[in-house]
């Protein structure tokens, strides 16, 4: 082989490794931004501090709850079955409000802070593309709440030693953590892409957060009043329900339990020829007293629908990325406003002038 061809393929061999591995502008420039981020996060007391505060309360409602059960004597097999479904439902709940309350909190002063800091010049500059930009300033944002969640789980473990939970409902709850935190913590980076403030872009986090979570259940329950009030047996769309984490959560404990559930409560009619109605302990349908002739219909269990909601907080964090990514992309920017064309010229007056 001559000279001149083997400093050409080693040469394309190495841009070619280059190129797969060690483009800074892809993995490389996700994985900087996230430790250095992660790195700047966790020094100092108050992460730790607040970890431990965290621990603390839930040890103490767990421990005050075996506190209620020690006048009891020696508990049944159902009753520790309750217990334990007890335990799992409350902590559950809990990590559910912790990451709608601070998934906004730790990813709407992301990319604002790098502003007001006057180093978002700097690292705009560097060969990171925008999307690597945004998704290591939200994992960083997000893996400080992830330690925060998942310490939690010796916690609801702790459900185990009474019976009634399967290890794969636990996996089903953190399943909707995960996918509720991406889609909330997607929504506060790109309020910070898009504002220049922290204070302004952690508030609009809040505010567009609480009207997805809360907003479109208080209309849905709005809407099924007025249905209600007007003697109609349907029920407004379901879809409205799945926005909100707390009921996908309360689904997945319906499912661990075998109970009917809120959600497909909401999806059943009113009442009508077939009357939807819970089920007691015995399997048998509650009599609501509503008279005779009335053929009960059973509420199915949980299960069918915080599947459909995790799929949309996956769709809401994919579609907030790409917007907080061309929110500071300085080429790809979405022009709100179609630029305004010069009027063309007109042969006559380009002659004369």
């Not at 400080?144 to 009634?164: E, K, M, N, R």
């Not at 953190?174 to 996918?179: D, F, S």
């Not at 209309?219 to 009030?229: C, H, K, Q, T, V």
């Amino acid at each position: 082989m001559s000279e001149a061809g083997q400093p050409r393929e080693v040469t394309a061999a190495a841009v070619a490794a280059t190129d797969a591995t060690l483009d800074p502008g892809r993995t490389g420039g996700i994985t900087a931004i996230w430790i250095r981020e992660l790195r700047g996060r966790m020094r100092g007391k108050r992460a730790f501090l607040f970890l431990t505060f965290y621990l603390s309360l839930l040890g103490g409602i767990l421990w005050l709850t075996l506190r209620t059960t020690e006048g009891m004597g020696g508990l049944t097999a159902t009753q520790a079955m309750g217990l334990g479904r007890g335990i799992f439902g409350g902590v559950l709940l809990i990590e559910t409000l912790v990451v709608i309350a601070l998934a906004p909190a730790y990813t709407a002063g992301a990319i604002t802070s790098e502003r007001e800091k006057q180093t978002y010049d700097l690292l705009a500059v560097t060969p990171i593309s925008s999307l690597s930009l945004v998704l290591g300033k939200l994992l960083s944002g997000l893996s400080y709440l992830a330690l925060i969640v998942f310490a939690s789980f010796p916690i609801a473990c702790f459900a185990f030693l009474f019976g009634g939970i399967d290890p794969i409902d636990i996996v089903r709850g953190y399943i909707v953590l995960v996918a509720a935190g991406l889609a909330i913590g997607s929504i506060g980076i790109w309020c910070s892409a898009a504002m220049s403030r922290t204070q302004t872009a952690t508030i609009a986090a809040l505010i567009v957060t609480a009207a997805l979570v809360v907003g479109a259940s208080a209309m849905w329950l709005g809407l099924d009043s007025r249905l209600a009030e007007a003697g109609r047996a349907e029920r407004p769309p379901q879809a409205l329900l799945l926005l909100n984490p707390f009921i996908a959560e309360l689904d997945v404990i319906c499912q661990a339990t075998g109970e009917a559930c809120v959600a497909q409560q909401a999806a059943m009619p009113r009442f009508g020829p077939a009357q939807a109605v819970p089920i007691d302990s015995t399997g048998r349908p509650v009599d609501l007293g509503q008279g005779q002739g009335i053929v009960f219909q059973e509420i199915p269990a949980g299960g069918d629908f915080w599947p459909v909601a995790v799929l949309l907080y996956l769709a809401i964090a994919a579609f907030a990325i790409f917007g907080a990514s061309q929110s500071i992309s300085p080429t790809r920017r979405w022009r709100w406003h179609p630029r305004r064309r010069a009027a063309p010229v007109e042969p006559e007056a380009a002659t004369h002038g």
